[in-house]
């Protein structure tokens, strides 16, 4: 075992994160030490970071770890009447420790700005040749409206909800209304085969999806097929290992869609925090490999 696997690795976010609940199991299996800061609101650990003395402990044991996996805990609900945002607290504490760690393996140390902002995640991969679904973004109901001569999909410009029917998605708002509250996109509507492609440091993991529903994420008869670091699709892998470089981030897993008739994949998006479990399982642990391999090396 190298030397920076036996300093460890800091699983950090929320306690009920299937994500991080995978990542730590594969940690342990891969025989690299844990050092688990996970949160729920009930018990939290002990930390304290000493910035003049530069450490930091976790139930009263100094750590230095090799690496940090963070993510933001979406998975514990706010206590009602609560000033502060929790998960918050937790994120910026860790995140702001590892950040002012240079030797620290820690992913998208350097991201841009913007990278999570799908309008811009659409021209970057546009500006690089993939290509990408005809897209409108706005609140202008009679515009969006005109869209409904061929089949077409809404879903929010900030995520945080499944894909709809375009058709559905008006459909809660009254005729006579000229605009919504919040822009959405509005895209031409694909079809499966749907790829997701994993870009962990230089490893790709590509996996092919199949879905009798429009939005796979809620339906549990969803099949999820591993097809190692290219599968069918290695041209679209290189241009979403470019789309990754561009937005400097080295941990993201990129949506591709298809047109019916046409297996050159179409680029939706790029999620920098995405979840694994479930696609970590269908690879028998290499993205979780992936992950500690990239964190400890």
């Known amino acids: 075992m190298t030397g920076a696997a036996m300093r ?7 306690s009920n994160d299937p994500s991080l609940a995978c990542l730590v199991a594969a940690a342990r299996r891969l025989d690299v030490p844990v050092i688990p800061v996970l949160v729920d609101g009930a018990d939290e650990p002990c930390l304290g970071w000493d910035l003049a003395a530069d450490t930091m402990t976790v139930d009263g044991v100094a750590i230095d770890p090799a690496g940090l996996f963070l993510r933001y805990d979406v998975f514990t609900a706010r206590v009602p009447g609560a000033e502060l945002d929790r998960a918050l607290g937790w994120y910026n504490t860790l995140l702001g420790w590892a950040a002012a760690r240079p030797a620290l393996g820690l992913f998208n140390r350097e991201i841009s700005p913007q990278a999570g902002i799908k309008p811009y995640q659409l021209q ?3 500006s690089l040749g993939l290509s990408i679904p005809a897209t409108w973004i706005g609140n202008d109901l009679a515009s969006a409206r005109r869209h409904l001569d061929a089949p077409a999909i809404a879903k929010p410009v900030g995520g945080g ?6 058709a559905q998605a008006l459909a809660g708002h009254a005729d006579d209304t000229s605009r919504a509250p919040i822009p959405a996109i509005v895209q031409e509507q694909l079809g499966y085969p749907e790829y997701r492609v994993f870009v962990v440091g230089g490893d790709t993991h590509v996996f092919e999806i199949a879905s009798a529903q429009l939005d796979y994420r809620p339906d549990p008869a969803t099949r999820l097929d591993y097809c190692g670091p290219h599968g069918p699709i290695a041209a679209a892998v290189a241009g979403c290992q470019a789309v990754a470089a561009a937005l400097r981030c080295d941990f993201a897993a990129c949506d591709l869609k298809t047109r019916a008739g046409d297996s050159d994949p179409v680029f939706l998006e790029i999620n920098t925090g995405p979840m694994f479990a479930a696609f970590d399982h269908a690879a028998a642990g290499a993205v979780t490999a992936s992950i500690i391999g990239h964190l400890v090396r």
């Open 161 to 166: 909800a499944y894909v709809q029917p375009l």
């Open 8 to 14: 460890g690795l800091v699983i950090g976010g929320g």
């Open 124 to 126: 970057v991969a546009r």
